[in-house]
Structures are given as C-alpha cells and as structure tokens.
C-alpha cells in the first residue's frame, strides 16, 4: 500500500427530505449568497424548498454558472460577493455550479484577479464557508475540495483545489427532473472517476480495489433500469450515492491515479464543447486499448471481477474488457467516437501541439506525452 | 436506501514512517498529555519515535489505561490533565488508550464525575483536541467518535459517544511486535464490527453491501497469511487499513445496524474479562443461528459473495455459511464456544437478568430482548 494521508470533513446529509434540514445548519442569521445555474431549479421546486429552509437569514441571489464555468462569469458573482460581504455561500445546482462556487468562495478574500488564483492555488489564502445543495450527481464536487474552472479568453480549462464544503444536501428525488442525457453523462463521469482511480498497478489496496469494482458493479446494474425508471427512489438514490462515493477520495486511498483521460476529455471540452460525461466515454476505451501493455493486469482484473470474462486468452479477455465497457457508454446512449462529434485531425494536432507546448507528462507512469495523447485520440476516430 | 447524515472529519496519516509527521500537525508549541497503555510501546520504539516527533513541545505522561479501560484509572489522567492544564492529548496505544483518553479528553472540560459522562453524554459540552499513534488495528477507534469504558465498581461496560481523534498516524510496522493472539482478536473485532452494519436486510444499499463484502473478503484473505507472515509490511498494512474501514461509518451510510452480538460480548468482557474479540467469536455464529430466519436473506448474500456458497437448499447453505464464520474464528486461534471459556448457566441467566432489568430492545428489529440473548448464549455453549 502507498503510503496517504486523507481527510474530508464536508457533512453529508443524505436523502428524501433532506433540503429542509438546512435550516439546522445555521446557529445564527446569517447573510447568504445562493449560486445557482439556470432556471431549472426554479421549475422543479428546488429553489423554493431552499428558500423556505433559509427563512430567517438574508439572502443574496447570483444566477447563471454555465456548464463547465467560466471565469468570465464567476468574476461578477465574486464582484458581487465582496460588496454584498456575504458570510456564506450554497451552490444550488449541479457540479459546475459548485465547482464555479468554490472559486467565488476563495477570490471573494482575495485582492487580484480570479484567474490567477485558478493558475497559482498557493494564492489562495482563505474562503467564505460554503455548502451545497446537489441536483445533478456526476463531479463528486459535493465530497471533495476540487473544481475545473474554463478560461473562455485563452480556450482552457485547468483543475484547482482548495476547500471542502462544509455541507452537502443530497436529495434524490431532485434528480427525477434531470434529462437523460445529463443522467448518461453523469453516470459516464462518475464510472470514469473510478478507472482513473482503479486502472492503474494490482495489488496495491486490494480493499479499495474492491470497493472500486462495487462502485463500478453498480453503476452497471442501474443504469439500464434507470432508463426504464428515472424516477425510481431506489435507483435515484444509489445513482447519487455511487457519484458521491466516486471522488470523495475514499477510493484513492493508498493507491496510485491516472486521470490521462480526464485531460484529454478536458482538451475537448475546452476545444468543442463536448459535454464532459460525453468526452469521457470517447477517451476511456480508446486509453485502456493504447495503455493495454501498461495496464494488462488490471485491464483482466476489471474484466473479470466486474464483467464476468474469464474465458479466452489475455488479449481476447482484454479486447472483450474494452468492447464492453465502450459498449455500456453507448448503451446510455452516448457517443463514443470522435468522429460522431465531427472531430478530426485538426482537433488532434492541437490537442498534441498543447500537450508538448505544457511539457506536463500524465497518467499513472508520467508517459502520456503530446504523441501519446494522439495515439489515444486517434485510436478514438 | 435509508437516510443518513455523516461527517468523519479525523485526518488519517497512512504509512512507513509516517509517527514522524505529527510534528507537522501542531503550529505552534503545545503542551501535549500523551496516554499509553503498558509499557509495550516503550520496547517497540514507538515511544521514542513520538517523543522525537515532538520536540520542542512540552510532555506529560500517563500511563497505565488498562484494556477495556476503566473509568476508576481514567479518573486519574483526567486529575493530571485538568491539574496540567495540557492543551492537546495524543494518545498512543491501542483501542482502549484511545477510548479512553476520548472520556479523558471530555471529562477535562467537564466539573462533574466521568462516569456521569458516559451515563449521560449530554452533558458532554467540550473536550480538549486528541489525537492517536495507533499501535494495534482492532477497534477502529483512530476515526470514530465513540469509546467503551467499563465501571470495575458497578461491573458495566458501556459505549460513550463523543468527539473524532483531530489525527490519527497509523504505521503498519508498529504492529510486527504485536502478539498473535491480539492481531488474531483484532482481526475478528474488525470482522464482527463489519457484520454488526452488514448482517441486516437486503438491497438498501447494495454498493455499501459490497463495501461490506470487500472487508470481509480481504480480512479472510489476509488472515491466515498474517499467522505466516506477521512481519510482512502489505499484509499488516491491509490488516490496519481494514481495522479501520470496518468501524469509520463509512460502510454504515444508508443501512440499519445491528450490534445484538457486540451488546452481549460486552457483558462477557464485564462479567469474566473475556478479550473484546474473542467474546465475539463466541457470540456471533450463535447470533446468526438464532436470527437466521430474521437475516435469511443476507446470510445467503454473505455466504455467496463472501464464502462461495451456492449449492445445496437455503437451510444447508445457511448452516454452511455459519460453519465457515465460526471456523474463521477457530482457525485464527480463537475460542468459539462458551464451554471453551468455562462460562456456563449461571453467567447466561446473569446477562438474562441485566438484559430484562435494563428493558433495552437491541438488534435491528429491536427484538434482542433477555430471553433471545438467553437463546443466544445457549446456542454458544
């Protein structure tokens, strides 16, 4: 086992009924800001159950936070912050929206400009308590101090971490409204978290190995009855839960990461649009089938313990592991090709051309290099 | 899936070497009470790699928490803490070091008698911040709020349930001087916490069911190449994490509890010292027996993800199952049977008695009344 330290103090508050327990979270009034994304809160009675449970405290509201949120956007929230000097913030919303929050919280005690907090972390010297109100289970940014914050001037999208909330609200009856191609990709994203987590060396924490594989077993036993029942309480409720426990960094515990294809996917992102769920499901198989070498024994460990292939030899056991687990992202009715998103050439050689010019090396190894990283998206055409 | 709330905030410092980083825990010097048990950790090493790792800081000593500790010692440490002023207490030890110095660390801020603390944990209003170098993997009580102290005046064992240790350092390698009857006891105590949040009914939580499963699995695994190889770092590294993750609430979000075999291990402890996990050993198969209509279900999940039980007709797998769990037990060394221990009749209409005359309901259906732990207790004879 590797040697870790681990620590994550954000309280879960976990299941029907749960928005109403804000309230009990505050010993005093207190000035809130409320973050939201668009409106769809306001249609599913989400927002009017938070503002129900903050009676009694002064509320600033800031809407807008995009998917995959730009800085552009959360420079205003942040302006508004420090001149309303609010005393806490919760994110109503999906991952982006606390995502979003969490830099807000940090830049709302700092001098200069956002951006640079985002490129320098180490800037961050302290943050407006924050919370969450969950609506759309994927990021696990409701159990963790991560966040990925897009640059629409300079087209990147770069990690930052600084603080936990301190609370979460996770109701899943909130997710009956989500539409199902937002459900795919949340699923898509919280399965991915678990590779980049689990697909690396064997042997290291066979414990979290297999909690790993238990969060990976379930993800594939709900999704296809969550497209005949989305709003199955039962269903909802482990969707969620599984999302949560997926980057909370429980699993990351004394074993090392990956994370080469949440970069990659990010490059998409940031380049095209490319939903992040979405982007996932087009690297995954495509790095498990360029890194097979590398990632043999656990490619056949996950093969096995989690879809049932043992028959065969190792390279059939692996190109069968890959095939179903590309086949279960478009059985959610996700692309998993470039070329079904109409990207090429022109989009690799940039994405290479941005890898070398970085000079950062990813993955488990550090060998995921510019040429590397096309070899994937090529492998993904 | 059942709704919870949950908030584990100890920091876990995980690995070799790892008893020289509590100096990066403290910011400024503190006068720290440091409480042990005997005197193993002075032999180990242990005591000096701490008392390195603090200098610097000022020290006061206590030693002498018993296992099982009681308050009549604990009243001690609490007189020299409050006399010492100490601002910190790391204890560093065992489970009960450390359940001990958790009422050690509330009685400090409290004027009354400890004992009126554990009778009564609302009157629980502060504790001084405590910390763990935890030396023997069993209790879990490096990252959770809760303790058993025993009363050796009235013959009572409760469990006290208070604050998180701030830190806790766990270095596998303190365990090589570990006995092999404790690491088999520890072993079992972890298995049988797993059980008490497992052992209910199905399909509440199905990825905590198999968070569960991948304890139970590794502890199974490990434990007869531990009796090989107590000095081996990945097998004792896997023996502590798992301590740890059996009893940290993580596999307890979303599920009932039991804790029926626990209750009356206690009374064994309190009534004939019997060590905490070799009491369980004894009660648990007797458990299942008894309440093997009422877990059914589970007992035929346990029997097949965990032991491979798949033949044969409900009843034959059931008995098969419980077979399997009491012979874990015996082929770690330990006694499964109360004749084993010379306890008999009059020690079963005893706990009988306490049971009636206190009126508590214990198990997850509440029906774990004096007569049913009379069962019990007969069937473990």
């Not at 095209?272 to 495509?286: I, R």
């Not at 989009?347 to 488990?364: K, P, S």
């Amino acid at each position: 086992m590797l040697n870790f330290e681990f620590q994550n103090p954000t309280k879960l508050i976990f299941g029907k009924g749960s928005i109403a327990k804000i309230e009990k979270q505050f010993s005093r009034p207190t000035k809130i800001m409320l973050t939201f994304g668009g409106g769809s809160v306001k249609q599913n009675g989400v927002y009017q159950q938070v503002i129900d449970a903050l009676k009694g405290h002064e509320i600033v509201e800031f809407w807008g936070i995009e998917p995959n949120p730009k800085v552009e956007t959360l420079r205003r929230a942040i302006e508004l912050g420090k001149a309303e000097n609010v005393e806490f913030i919760i994110a109503v919303g999906g991952g982006s929206t606390l995502d979003g929050t969490k830099l807000i919280a940090c830049a709302i005690r700092y001098d200069g400009d956002a951006w640079a907090l985002v490129l320098d972390p180490k800037k961050v010297t302290g943050a407006v308590p924050f919370a969450s109100v969950m609506t759309m289970p994927a990021t696990g940014s409701e159990m963790n101090n991560g966040a990925v914050i897009s640059n629409l001037a300079t087209k990147e999208k770069f990690a930052f971490y600084s603080y936990h909330p301190q609370f979460s609200i996770l109701d899943p009856e909130v997710t009956y409204s989500i539409p199902p191609y937002q459900v795919a990709c949340g699923i898509a994203d919280s399965f991915v978290h678990v590779m980049e987590q689990y697909l690396t060396d064997t042997n290291i924490n066979p414990l979290i190995d297999r909690w790993a594989e238990g969060i990976l077993q379930t993800l594939i036993e709900i999704a296809p009855q969550i497209q005949e029942n989305p709003r199955d309480y039962n269903l909802m409720s482990q969707y969620m839960f599984c999302a949560t426990m997926a980057l909370n960094r429980f699993i990351s515990m004394g074993v090392p990461q990956d994370w080469a294809t949440h970069n990659i996917g990010h490059e998409l992102t940031a380049l095209h649009g490319v939903t992040h769920g979405e982007s996932l499901a087009v690297v995954l198989p495509a790095t498990m089938t360029v890194l097979s070498e590398q990632k043999r024994n656990k490619i056949l460990q996950y093969g096995e313990r989690v879809w049932g292939i043992t028959e065969g030899t190792d390279g059939l056991k692996i190109a069968e592991t890959i095939g179903r687990t590309e086949q279960f992202f478009s059985q959610l009715g996700l692309k998993t090709r470039l070329s079904q998103l109409n990207i090429g050439e022109e989009t690799i050689a940039e994405i290479e051309r941005r890898f070398n010019e970085r000079g950062t090396l990813l993955g488990e190894c550090k060998n995921v290099n510019g040429a590397v990283a096309r070899a994937i998206l090529e492998c993904a055409l």
